[in-house]
């Protein structure tokens, strides 16, 4: 793994380097051609530089040239002016004079005319080149400025690649840092993996075993038992009975009883607000108590007075779909049958409100013609009439989305699958429409109410009517803002409970499919309790396990429970023995007792006639007479004695001699009670003597377990110090494998230094190029 990461760095640093190298050679040949055109531009620069000199000499010639013919012209008009006075003193004898100073005058003039006429053309030629000067330094100087502009853009590139270089390297040497703490941790990782693989490929192979085993009997028994295949049709895969989901259940009805909470209270906000609007017709604009209303409005509030044989359906659909949901059944649209019943009510509600929507707004205008209407109350009434065509045209929206949820419970082919989320959330959006269009008309209402309370004919009977319908109108508000929130809320779970049904999430065909499937839900529900039977009571499983460890460590051997058998025989057989024993004595006794009350009956009647008679009729002369009730009639003749067995011993009779019999039964009773305590001490102690006896043989198996652990445990430490010697064999060559491979990594990490210092020496040649470029251009 640490090898093919390199790899794949050095693949992303080699591409790298190569994009470089490439910007690069294109920075190079850039520099080359700025060379050249700055070496063209010296040239040009050089040619001008030479025209400028020429015509500055020129100019310096010409200067000079005004300059000698100024001089020679001021001499000129010096002898001119000394020339005149001298004419006037000799005219006569200056005449030829004069005539030879006018040649000369003439002369002059045409020369001097053609000295300013040349001196003119060297003026405009001189202004001319110094324009041409002036443009091309112009020139000149904005190349050298885009050239300097250039050459520190390209400064700026050389110093970003730079920049980057140092990062990529200094980069470079992190990764390489990271890497061999890397690589130690995957040397560690690779020994665990090896003990891991080894460990999966032993369960691995236990587990092909298995499952090949487990296929071939799977096949088998379908190959046997299964006639055909159900999930491979849809008709019949929409039979099966899905896995039945509780929680589901819980949450759907949960969900149906909060909406069917909102729609009691949207119910009774809607009869409130239509009984109350009825109420108003009544009222306003004529009062029906003062004058007759309008036939419209008779109309209106007749129509208005059926609403509650429209609304309150509303109220008792929502209140089937919520029983029609229990936490046997499967909720899914094609099996919500009673949804259709909702759809049929709303409808019939929306017809309502259809019909009585044209005289509602009827009776609006009619309040407007009213003289008391005023403009404002006017401008509310347009509002009001135009927010009602908004709600039952959004309670028709709601109606349509709310009858297409109801198709695929009766219709299949209806509603398309894949359409029931878009469904689902129109349905939310027209909720919230509905939500907007009750705030809207709460608000004018409002307004309304406000404006007809400051008219001086508004009565208390109108601002208490008025009142009620705000407050009724508010409660609609809430109502719709409460289910629109609520089902924006669960519209995510109710799109993503739509693949609740039969296997591989197909869904249910058709409505009839859904009914049989549920039919099938239903039997097989009652099959399995009629499968439930009550569990008998049974051990506890940790006493189950500790009793099994008991029984493991031979705690009761074969032996020993063959001796405590033999031991409880032969103790049965003997109580056997003493059982017919003790019940021939009881006959015998019993045998004697009869005799006994037969002597002592004849005794009593010869002593008192009167007594022996009542006495013979109140007790039996039988066998089955009792003997507590000859004790109890002994009791009541004779005296009171001591109840001690020596008392009963003893004791005697004022008439009659001792009860010998009786005697010896009493010493036999208290002796056979003794013997029976003394038997179950004798028991007792026999029962403890085994349970010792066993213990001791148990814990010598233990022993004897021990030392069989004792000697297993130690050759798998043998076995284990083996496996630590193989292990660090291993790890040895795997170090060395390592090793080897990060010798490489390093040759290859200096091979790529060494081309990063090639290429940092070239951006240090580049860098010294644009430098000494920089410089002439801004010597330039």
């Known amino acids: ?318 209140l089937h779909l919520f029983e029609s949901i229990t936490e046997d059944t499967v909720t899914v649209l094609e099996t919500t049958v009673k949804l259709k019943t909702f759809s049929e009510h709303l409808t019939s509600y929306i017809c309502f409100l259809r019909k009585i929507l044209p005289y509602q707004l009827k009776s609006l205008e009619e309040e407007c013609e009213s003289s008391l209407c005023t403009s404002a109350l006017r401008a509310r009434n347009l509002e009001l009439s135009q927010d009602m065509k908004k709600m039952t045209a959004v309670f028709e929206k709601l109606q349509t989305y709310i009858g297409l949820l109801a198709l695929p419970s009766t219709e299949p082919d209806g509603l398309l699958r894949t359409n029931y989320s878009s469904v689902l959330t129109n349905v939310g959006a027209a909720l919230h429409g509905f939500h907007d269009v009750m705030k809207d008309i709460s608000k004018h209402y409002s307004q309304k109410a406000a404006i007809e309370h400051e008219l001086p004919t508004a009565t208390q009977k109108l601002i208490t009517t008025n009142d009620c319908i705000l407050s009724s109108v508010v409660a609609l508000t809430n109502g719709a803002g409460k289910i629109a929130s609520f089902f924006s809320n669960n519209v995510d779970y109710f799109i993503a409970s739509l693949s609740y049904g039969p296997k591989t999430a197909s869904g249910f065909i058709s409505p009839l499919s859904a009914e049989c499937m549920l039919q099938y839900k239903k039997k097989a529900a009652a099959y399995m309790k009629a499968l439930r039977k009550p569990l008998l009571e049974s051990v506890p499983y940790e006493e189950a396990l500790a009793n099994r460890r008991v029984l493991l460590s031979s705690t009761e051997s074969r032996e020993g429970l063959a001796q405590q058998v033999q031991q409880s025989l032969e103790k049965i057989s003997k109580l056997e023995q003493e059982k017919e024993h003790w019940m021939l004595e009881a006959q015998l006794a019993k045998i004697k007792l009869e005799k006994e009350n037969q002597r002592f009956a004849d005794k009593l009647r010869s002593t008192s006639s009167g007594q022996g008679l009542a006495l013979a009729q109140e007790n039996p002369t039988g066998a089955n007479a009792t003997g507590q009730e000859e004790t109890s009639a002994r009791a009541a003749l004779e005296p009171a004695h001591s109840t001690s067995l020596i008392g009963i011993l003893t004791r005697t009779s004022d008439n009659e001699v001792p009860d010998v019999e009786s005697r010896e039964d009493l010493i036999k009773n208290h002796y056979m009670a003794r013997i029976m305590e003394l038997t179950s001490q004798l028991q007792l102690a026999d029962s403890k003597s085994v349970h010792f006896y066993a213990e001791c043989r148990a814990l010598s198996k233990r022993l004897a377990l021990a030392e069989k652990s004792k000697e297993a445990l130690t050759e798998e430490m043998k076995v284990a110090g083996q496996n630590i010697s193989r292990l660090q064999d291993e790890l040895t060559t795997t170090k060395r494998s390592y090793e080897d491979q990060l010798s490489m990594m390093s040759d290859h990490l200096c091979s790529m230094n060494e081309t990063l210092s090639k290429q940092r020496e070239e951006i240090d040649t580049l860098k010294m190029s644009s430098k000494g470029n920089s410089k002439k251009n801004k010597s330039r």
């Open 1 to 318: 793994m640490a090898s093919a990461e390199l790899q794949g760095k050095y693949q992303k640093l080699a591409q790298e380097y190569s994009k470089l190298r490439a910007q690069n050679q294109v920075l190079k040949k850039g520099v080359v051609d700025e060379q050249a055109n700055s070496a063209a531009l010296k040239e040009q620069l050089k040619m001008k530089d030479q025209s400028l000199r020429k015509l500055q000499q020129e100019m310096d010639s010409l200067t000079f040239r005004n300059l000698q013919l100024a001089k020679r012209v001021e001499l000129l008009q010096d002898e001119l002016a000394l020339s005149e006075p001298r004419g006037k003193k000799n005219k006569k004898s200056g005449e030829s004079s004069s005539q030879l100073s006018q040649e000369q005058k003439s002369v002059f003039d045409e020369d001097l005319q053609k000295k300013i006429e040349e001196n003119e053309r060297l003026h405009i030629q001189f202004f001319e080149a110094d324009e041409q000067h002036k443009h091309v330094e112009a020139e000149l100087r904005s190349r050298l400025a885009t050239l300097e502009m250039e050459a520190a853009q390209h400064q700026a590139v050389v110093d970003g690649l730079t920049r980057k270089y140092m990062e990529t390297i200094e980069k470079l040497q992190n990764d390489k840092a990271k890497l061999e703490v890397k690589s130690q941790t995957l040397e560690k990782e690779a020994k665990e993996c090896r003990l891991r693989t080894e460990e999966c490929q032993l369960q691995l192979k236990n587990l092909h075993e298995d499952l090949s085993g487990r296929l071939e009997e799977s096949l088998s028994i379908i190959t046997e038992k299964v006639p055909f295949n159900d999930t491979k049709y849809s008709q019949y895969n929409a039979l099966n009975v899905p896995l039945h989901n509780r929680r589901h259940q819980l949450k759907m009805r949960d969900i149906a009883g909060q909406a069917l909470a909102f729609v009691q209270d949207l119910v009774t906000a809607l009869l409130n607000f239509h009984t109350y609007t009825e109420q108003r017709i009544q009222i306003f604009p004529i009062d029906s108590a003062i004058d007759t209303i309008s036939p419209l409005n008779q109309k209106f509030s007749q129509y208005l007075h059926e609403n509650a044989s429209y609304v309150r359906p509303l109220e008792e659909g929502m």
